[in-house]
C-alpha cells in the first residue's frame, strides 16, 4: 500500500511543474533522493544491518524494511534503502566515486542513473515497482514525491542541472577520492558564503556543528562530496533548501558551487571548530585554493 504524505508547498510546487511549471527549482527531489524518510517526515527506523534481528520500524511490514518487486522483504545491507547509499552523491552508481575504482562501497548498486535511458515515467516505475534486488519505493513515497525524486534524476542526467564531474575530478589518491577543479573563483565564493550561508551558520561558519565535530568550513574542506550535494538540493528534513539559484544554467550553476567551495578552503576566514577536525597542510582535496 503506498503511503500519502502531504508535500511540502516547495515539493509540491515541483512536482506541479512537471505538469504545468510553477517557477519552483528541482532541489525537493535532491532531498528525495539523499535522504526520503527524513525529507518526508516518514515514521521509519530501518531494520539494522548490524543485527541478526528484524528491529526497525515503519514501511509495508512495520519492521523498517522496504519489499522487493515480487513482495519479498529485501535486507538493509548497509544502504538503508536510501537512494544515495545505492547510487551515491554523483548517481552514478559503480561508474562514479562509491564504485570499485574509488570508495568500493559494498552497497554500490551497478547502473549508472546519469546513463540511463529510460524515460521519466519508466524510472518513476523502476523506483515506485523495485525489481528482485532493488526496494519498491512505492509502499513509503506518494506518487508526488516520487515525481520530484525523478524530475530531479532527469535534469541531472540531461545537462539542466550541474554534475558532481562539472565540480570534482575523481582521484584514486586523493583523500576521499575527489579534488576540486580548477577555474573557481574563491574570493566571490566567500562573498557568496556570507549572503547565502552566514544567516545559519555565522560569518566564520562556526555557528553551527555539524555531525558534532565539523565547522563549516571544515566540512567543506574535508567533506566537500557530500558538501556540494546539500548546497545544490539542500539538507533532508532541514530549513536548508537548495542555495543555488534555480534560473541559472548548468554552467553558471556549477560555477556557483566551485566558487563556494574554494571560498570555504579559506582556514583563516572560515576556521574549524574549537578541538574540531579539519584538513592539514597540503591537503589536496582543496588543491591550489587551500589556505
Avoid at 557568496?192 to 556543528?209: E, N, S
Amino acid at each position: 500500500m503506498s503511503r500519502v504524505h502531504p508535500l511540502s508547498p516547495t515539493a509540491l510546487c515541483v512536482a506541479l511543474t512537471l505538469v504545468a511549471g510553477c517557477g519552483a527549482s528541482l532541489d525537493a527531489g535532491g532531498r528525495v533522493y539523499d535522504n526520503w524518510a527524513v525529507e518526508t517526515g516518514a515514521s521509519w527506523k530501518a531494520d539494522s544491518a548490524k543485527t541478526p534481528a528484524v528491529d526497525g520500524a515503519g514501511g509495508p511490514g512495520g519492521d523498517g524494511r522496504l519489499y522487493n518487486s515480487a513482495g519479498k522483504p529485501l535486507a538493509n545491507t548497509g544502504h538503508s534503502y536510501r537512494f544515495k547509499n545505492l547510487w551515491g552523491w554523483d548517481l552514478r552508481g559503480a561508474a562514479g566515486i562509491y564504485g570499485p575504482k574509488y570508495q568500493n562501497k559494498a552497497t554500490v548498486r551497478a547502473e549508472d542513473l546519469l546513463a540511463d535511458t529510460r524515460s521519466p515515467a519508466q524510472l518513476k516505475a523502476w523506483f515506485k515497482s523495485g525489481a528482485a534486488d532493488l526496494p519498491a519505493w512505492g509502499a513509503v513515497l506518494s506518487d508526488a514525491e516520487l515525481d520530484v525524486l525523478v524530475a530531479f534524476v532527469d535534469a541531472m542526467r540531461s545537462g539542466r542541472i550541474p554534475r558532481a564531474s562539472d565540480v570534482w575530478t575523481l582521484s584514486e589518491t586523493a583523500p576521499k577520492n575527489y579534488t576540486l577543479n580548477a577555474g573557481a573563483d574563491p574570493a566571490r565564493g566567500a562573498a557568496l558564503v556570507q549572503q547565502r550561508c552566514a544567516g545559519c551558520h555565522g560569518a566564520q561558519g562556526r555557528k553551527i556543528k555539524i555531525d558534532g565535530v565539523w565547522s563549516l568550513g571544515a566540512f567543506g574542506r574535508a567533506k566537500a562530496y557530500e558538501g556540494w550535494f546539500k548546497i545544490l538540493a539542500g539538507h533532508p528534513g532541514s530549513w536548508m533548501k537548495g542555495q543555488v539559484p534555480a534560473e541559472l544554467d548548468r554552467k553558471a550553476q556549477a560555477a556557483y558551487v566551485r566558487d563556494i567551495l574554494a571560498g570555504l578552503c579559506d582556514r583563516a576566514r572560515f576556521p574549524a571548530l574549537p578541538g574540531g577536525k579539519d584538513v592539514q597542510d597540503g591537503d589536496p582535496r582543496c588543491g591550489a585554493y587551500l589556505k
